[in-house]
């Protein structure tokens, strides 16, 4: 169990399990809207892990001027070249009205997916991307591959990210934190008759964020957010981590009618959690 740093003052922001994506994509804002360095951000979204790269990052430039070319098609030089995270923002600075966006796909939930479908495809296998937006419309998506090396208990991961030209299709704006908040509060309140026995009301108050988090996961600080924003986030993290394992694990019920029930409520808490995490970094105040 991992339990998580709510306390924002000092400068400081939330320390939480999270997926890299979210992470990226926060820091990587943070450093877009010149609140931090791109040499901090790059340090900061790394957490615990090695340094991460990105592969293919002048790919992105080259597939803008020519349209949309399969990696396969081009030049070995472009595909292969290797960046930090850092050279990656000093190039996001370079676009107009650039917004990076983490994406959360899973299986009938796309998310914020482009396209192609190449892209979309490798996405949904990794459960997580960045999409990069240029006035408004997908331009990219870069798309995380973790290895974890060492012993178990003394172990680190290496964390690559693959730049893919997506397809220009424009992206819906941010809502705001408010709506943002009621439209998982009211999913929430759909949904806990069906789950009366696992005490969903005491989970949404709960002040502890006390939880096991996905392997694929990591713990690292955010940068500083507002109150609204930080609310809207920890609880969506704990829906989405409290569903998750409810879901995995046995459940005493009494009928298969009783479980198919709870199971789909505790699917559909799961993914709002799941949006919402995504949207609270994005969402407007």
Request: glycine share 6%; hydrophobic share 40%.
């Amino acid at each position: 169990m991992h339990t998580c740093n709510n306390s924002s003052g000092g400068g400081r922001g939330l320390t939480l399990p999270l997926p890299r994506s979210v992470i990226a994509a926060a820091w990587i804002t943070a450093a877009l809207r010149r609140t931090s360095h791109p040499d901090i951000a790059q340090e900061m979204l790394q957490g615990t892990d090695e340094p991460h790269q990105v592969i293919g990052m002048d790919a992105l430039n080259w597939e803008r001027r020519v349209g949309l070319v399969p990696a396969a098609e081009l030049p070995t030089h472009l595909v292969h070249e290797t960046h930090d995270m850092a050279a990656l923002i000093h190039r996001l600075r370079d676009l107009k009205d650039s917004e990076v966006l983490a994406c959360l796909p899973r299986p009938g939930h796309p998310g914020l997916l482009p396209g192609p479908p190449p892209v979309n495809e490798a996405a949904l296998s990794a459960g997580e991307c960045l999409i990069v937006t240029e006035s408004g419309r997908a331009v990219a998506a870069l798309v995380p591959r973790v290895q974890t090396f060492g012993s178990e208990g003394d172990h680190g991961h290496y964390v690559t990210w693959r730049v893919h030209a997506a397809a220009p299709r424009p992206v819906p704006p941010p809502v705001s934190v408010r709506a943002a908040h009621h439209d998982l509060q009211s999913t929430l309140l759909r949904h806990l008759d069906e789950l009366e026995s696992l005490d969903f009301p005491a989970i949404a108050r709960g002040d502890s964020l006390e939880i096991d988090h996905p392997p694929l996961w990591t713990v690292a600080e955010l940068p500083p957010l507002g109150a609204a924003h930080l609310q809207l986030l920890t609880l969506a993290l704990r829906l989405s981590l409290v569903t998750e394992h409810a879901l995995t694990t046995s459940r005493v019920v009494h009928s298969a009618s009783a479980s198919a029930t709870q199971d789909l409520a505790l699917s559909r808490i799961h993914h709002a959690g799941l949006d919402a995490l995504v949207g609270a970094l994005r969402a407007s105040h």
